[in-house]
Nanobody
Framework: QVQVVESGGGLVQPGGSLRLSCVASGSTFGMMSWYRQGPGKQRELVATITSGLITNYVDAVKGRFTISRDKTTNTIYLQMNSLQPEDTAVYFC???????????WGQGTQVTVSS
């Protein structure tokens, strides 16, 4: 049974930092990604990392966020620096199984950037 579990969200002041974690289990995974959904907005892709550790970012977070991966534990991280109020959202982890490319979602973790 595949499970995807995020952690690490919280309340932070503008300019602060947070580190999100996502553990996927129950299969072998290829592409893993972070998405976010702000209040009244559609879910959007934030960053991706392949099994070969190739990364990609949406323009809004380039230079501020870093996605990384521990392949031994099927864990990905999102280091978020210089956070701004517009980064406030529920952040979701998405993991695609390596063979079938089926996507699984975590339950999300809330990030609130506010003074």
């Amino acid at each position: 049974q595949v499970q995807v579990v995020e952690s690490g969200g919280g309340l932070v002041q503008p300019g602060g930092s947070l580190r999100l974690s996502c553990v996927a289990s129950g299969s072998t995974f290829g592409m893993m990604s972070w998405y976010r959904q702000g209040p009244g907005k559609q879910r959007e892709l934030v960053a991706t990392i392949t099994s070969g550790l190739i990364t990609n970012y949406v323009d809004a977070v380039k230079g501020r966020f870093t996605i990384s991966r521990d392949k031994t534990t099927n864990t990905i991280y999102l280091q978020m620096n210089s956070l701004q109020p517009e980064d406030t959202a529920v952040y979701f982890c998405n993991a695609k199984t390596y063979i079938s490319n089926r996507a699984y979602w975590g339950q999300g973790t809330q990030v609130t950037v506010s003074s």
